[in-house]
Structures are given as C-alpha cells and as structure tokens.
C-alpha cells in the first residue's frame, strides 16, 4: 500500500513567479548539442508549445586526442556543427583506412527535477570508423541513437558521464563515476531535489538514483547519490511487482512526492525515497482497464510509450492515455495520494479537439502548471506539437515542431517537461566542492 504522500497541490504555482524574461516552463528537447567555445549549459528558451533547445560544453565529453601520426585533425562525424565547407554539401566521405578511428560522442537530458534542475548524460566511445561507415555513409549531425552506432563499433566500451544542471546559470556538477569509473552502462536515472522545511523553495541537496532489473526481473538494483555525501551506493531490494512481470522502463524517471518514481506504461510505476536509511520500493499500478495483461516487447513498448505518459501537473500526478483506434479518445487521469487509487478527470475524442485527425497523435508532455493542459504532436507536413485544454475540449496554439527535431531518433518522448522557478536564477547547485564542477 502507497503511503499518504505530501500535498504539492498549490504550492508548485506560487512559487513560479518568474522573470518577465522567460517562461515558467520548458519543453526542453532531449537530445543536447555540442558548443565548442561554452565554459557551462546553456538553454535556449522558446514558450510551449516550442521546443527549447540545451547546449553543453564541448569539454564535458571528455574527448581524448588522436595520435599524431595521422594525416590530418580527426573528423567527429556526430558533432553538433555544420558540415565542413571543404567537403562540400555532400556528406563527408568515410575516413581511409590509414586512420581508422573517430570519436563518437553525445549527450541527452535524463530527466528534470520537481524544482527544475536538469539530471543529462553524456556519452563516448572511439569507434572503427571504417566498419561503422562500411556499407552507410556518416551524415555531419548529432550522436543521437546511440545504442545503434554503439553496436557497429568495436574498439571501445561506450563512456557515461553524468551531470546535474541548473538550466538557468548554465552551473554544472560532474557526479561521480559508478564504482570510479566510467563503464557503467545507464539505466534509467532520476533526479530528485528537497528545500529546507519540506516546502518550495531553493533545492538545498539532490538525490540522484538508478534503478536496474537483477535477478531475471526478481530484485531490482537500486545506485543512489546524496549531493550531501558525494558517493554512490547500491542496494538489492525485492521486486513489488506481480510473480512473473518485469519492469520495462522507457519513460523518464519522476521526481513526485518526496520520491523518485520509474514508470512502465503498460502496468505502472514503483517509487522510493533516495532519502531513506530503508528504502522500499512501493508499487503503483494503472487504472485497471489501462493495464496489459500480458509481458510487452521492447518494440510494442517503444509504439506504446508514444501515447501513454505520467507526468506532474500543478503538484498532481497525471497519468494520460491516447487510445490508437478511431475516434483516438483521451483519458486523462489524476492519482489520489491518499487512498494511491486513480480518478478519471477528463475523456475526450481527439477529433472533437483537431478535427482534421487522421492519426493517433503522440503525448509530449503532460503541462505541468495544469491538470487541464496536454500537449500534443501530429505527423503532418513538417510535424506540429498542439496545445490542448482537455476541460474546455478545444486547440489552444498548433505550431511547427522546427528544425533540427527529430522525434524517430528518440527511444522514449522526444521532449521532457521542466519547470522554471524565479529562484533558479540565483541558486547554486547543492552540494560539497569534491563533486567536480
């Protein structure tokens, strides 16, 4: 059974008085880029339903320079900048064989907490650029399917880093490698930040945490960080789950309630404070007509997680279904702390709201300052994301998703909500000096 969680209901709106210089929120689009000469993150900021961009600084790759004995510079055919206007238009040829190897490096936003610190990871490895590109020409964009790229290399295991980000300062905090390195392949992770008193406010420590299936899906593997310790440590702790379901986590972890919480969209979510000296991982479930009986597949997962999300809306936790058959109904549910039951808040046809649908839209993202607010894309032309009001059963604002916004290459939702508070302008990163900065 859930225990009572905190009320956030109210608390969250008042405490987002922002400057008249940036919105209150942010879809931050959840592959960053690459800046060459940037000392720290950068956000370029767009109002919902636009997409805001993160940039981080070159050297938070960790990049490692090539031998000397090569030719000429080495070629990052995933960096963030333009083609080179030596080569052309065309895409760059792929590397001779007398210099075999090219970084291969990225980045992506992780998640968000609920005081709008930003959790992203990046990624490298130095791959054999004449298999990699044997049979596929390298195209001059961003590292962003990492987990494709990484299985035609052969020279390198992939290297995470991880770091915590006020997206407001630019401030960025290196945590600590896994067991003091950097192989650990990540898990979904999650970031959770607390204020002095339990109340709104200014973070005063984080936690950082990752959870993993061990055991064929029997335990879990929870690693976890302190801003006030600086150290990772593990725990195994029993599956809450039904005998013979498995967690199949491809959604962004939730920072909800004084807990981090890992969701799968076909069954639920298991939540856990970082916090605790006895951590216990409770379980919620779907509304029962939600759930899949059966064990999904990681591709009928990565389909599903298009049109089902959990997110946090004025303090609540929001479950939102868009059923994938004609007339594409919404369900919008809302999580009651005290009872851990959810409650039907809003059922409506996505053609009462578009009435030009053809196809079932993709959630992206679950407005965080309303429990009325969804927003939307629609694979037409160039792509749009949609605002809509699920009370009012009506389109707010449609505009085009924008270059550089590539929704396939993502494995979950491509945009990651993100509140803004006024005191994140003047708020320093928690935590002792040894994290590295």
């Not at 000392?39 to 031998?67: D, K, N, Q, T, V």
């Not at 970084?103 to 004449?130: C, E, I, K, M, Q």
């Not at 303090?315 to 009872?339: A, K, M």
Request: charged content about 20%; some cysteine.
């Amino acid at each position: 059974m859930l225990l009572p969680l905190r009320r956030l209901h109210g608390l969250l709106r008042r405490s987002l008085s922002t400057a008249a210089s940036r919105p209150s929120w942010a879809m931050i689009y959840r592959i960053s880029t690459a800046d060459e000469s940037a000392r720290g993150a950068s956000l370029s900021l767009a109002p919902p339903p636009l997409a805001s961009h993160l940039s981080i600084p070159r050297h938070a790759f960790g990049l490692e320079p090539f031998p000397d004995n090569t030719e000429r510079d080495p070629v990052n055919f995933f960096s963030s900048g333009a083609p080179d206007p030596k080569q052309g238009a065309s895409s760059p040829r792929p590397p001779s064989t007398d210099r075999n190897f090219i970084n291969v490096f990225g980045s992506g936003v992780l998640a968000a907490s609920g005081d709008g610190l930003l959790l992203f990871g990046t990624y490298r490895n130095r791959a054999n650029a004449w298999r990699m590109f044997e049979h596929q020409p390298p195209t001059p964009v961003p590292f962003e399917v990492l987990d494709q790229v990484y299985a035609r290399s052969f020279y390198d295991p992939m290297r995470v880093a991880r770091f915590v980000c006020n997206p407001v300062t630019g401030e960025m905090v290196r945590l600590p490698d896994f067991d003091g390195t950097e192989n650990a392949f990540s898990a979904a992770t999650g970031l959770l930040t607390q204020a002095d008193g339990g109340g709104r406010g200014p973070p005063k420590r984080y936690a950082a945490a990752q959870l993993s299936v061990v055991d064929g899906g029997q335990r879990f593997l929870l690693r976890r960080l302190s801003s006030e310790t600086g150290e990772w440590d593990e725990l195994v702790l029993p599956s809450p789950l039904p005998p013979g379901r498995r967690m199949h986590v491809n959604h962004e972890v939730l920072d909800y309630g004084d807990r981090l919480w890992w969701v799968d969209v076909s069954w639920g979510a298991v939540c856990v404070d970082p916090f605790s000296d006895r951590p216990e991982l409770c379980p919620v479930e779907l509304p029962g007509d939600i759930i899949l009986p059966d064990q999904q597949g990681e591709e009928e997962m990565w389909q599903l997680v298009k049109h089902r999300r959990m997110g946090v809306s004025d303090g609540r936790l929001r479950f939102v279904e868009v059923c994938q058959q004609d007339p594409f109904r919404i369900n919008s549910f809302t999580l009651d702390d005290q009872s851990g039951r959810w409650i039907l808040e809003h059922q409506v046809s996505w053609r009462t709201i578009f009435f030009a649908a053809k196809t079932t839209p993709s959630i992206a993202a679950i407005g965080p300052l309303s429990v009325d607010s969804l927003y939307l894309t629609v694979p037409m032309d160039k792509g749009f994301c949609i605002s809509a009001d699920l009370r009012r059963k009506s389109l707010i604002e449609s505009m085009e998703l924008g270059s550089g916004i590539h929704p396939s290459k993502c494995e979950s939702s491509f945009l990651l909500p993100c509140v803004l508070p006024s005191f994140l302008g003047s708020s320093p990163i928690p935590g002792d000096t040894f994290l590295s900065r």
